[in-house]
């Protein structure tokens, strides 16, 4: 069964570098997600992504977040200046289009811890 | 105010007895969605209900919908241990692009 796949798995990095999360959405869906989960805390939308532009984005998702689409398979978050804050899950979802009456898929996420 | 809020916040129960978890929200939806999640691990997708539906049956899950009170409920049957989990409801706004708002969730713990 096709699924979302996520790299890496967990990913540690010093304040102030830039991370790349790295998401490869299931083939034929059109829509793409990320999310974040604090540990302890709710699973947060972050992003949405539809035809190669950015559809939504969360009060989270400021200037230090970039998305992009590099080669109509991955799917890929920037942090560009990692804080302690940003220590996280971060999803990855996709979805078949036809409107929002479908479920998305998720990914198994990826660990991030700012030192 | 937070769409989506599970209650109760934690359910601990014994091997074979059902689990019940209600989730409230503010908006209208599309749909709405409940996921489980292990403890670390990704987001398991385990039944969408439609906005114009009441009741949802998948295996052992049963899931309702009432829209004039905004508020859903997954009903586990005859539970295992392997249900323990962190369960969410996520919701899917009208006028969006699919994203959801998921709750804090629901902590079940079933006991052998």
């Known amino acids: 069964e096709p699924e979302v796949t996520q790299t890496p798995s967990h990913q540690v990095t010093q304040m102030g570098q830039e991370v790349i999360l790295r998401c490869v959405p299931i083939?034929?869906?059109?829509?793409f997600y990320w999310y974040r989960q604090i540990l302890g805390q709710k699973v947060e939308f972050l992003v949405s992504f539809y035809n190669n532009e950015i559809s939504e984005k969360s009060e989270i998702f400021d200037d230090q977040f970039s998305v992009e689409r590099p080669d109509g398979s991955n799917f890929t978050l920037k942090i560009r200046s990692t804080k302690l804050e940003d220590s996280a899950m971060y999803f990855c979802?996709?979805?078949?289009?036809?409107?929002?009456?479908?479920?998305?898929?998720f990914g198994p996420g990826t660990r991030l811890t700012v030192l | 105010s937070q769409q989506g809020e599970e209650d109760p916040q934690a359910l601990s129960i014994q091997e074979g007895e059902n689990a019940t978890m209600n989730c409230s929200y503010k908006?209208?939806?599309?749909?709405l969605q409940w996921y489980r999640q292990n403890s670390g691990r990704g987001l398991v997708h385990l039944i969408l209900i439609r906005s114009n539906e009441r009741e949802k049956h998948s295996g052992r899950l049963r899931v309702t919908l009432d829209t004039s009170k905004k508020s859903s409920s997954l009903l586990i049957t005859a539970s295992r241990a392997a249900d323990t989990a962190s369960y969410f409801c996520?919701?899917?706004?009208?006028?969006?692009?699919?994203?959801?708002?998921f709750g804090a969730g629901t902590q079940v713990v079933v006991t052998p």
């Open positions: 996520a919701t899917v706004l009208t006028d969006s692009w699919g994203k959801f708002q």
């Open positions: 908006t209208s939806i599309n749909n």
């Open positions: 979802a996709s979805r078949k289009g036809g409107g929002s009456y479908n479920e998305q898929f």
């Open positions: 083939s034929n869906h059109l829509y």
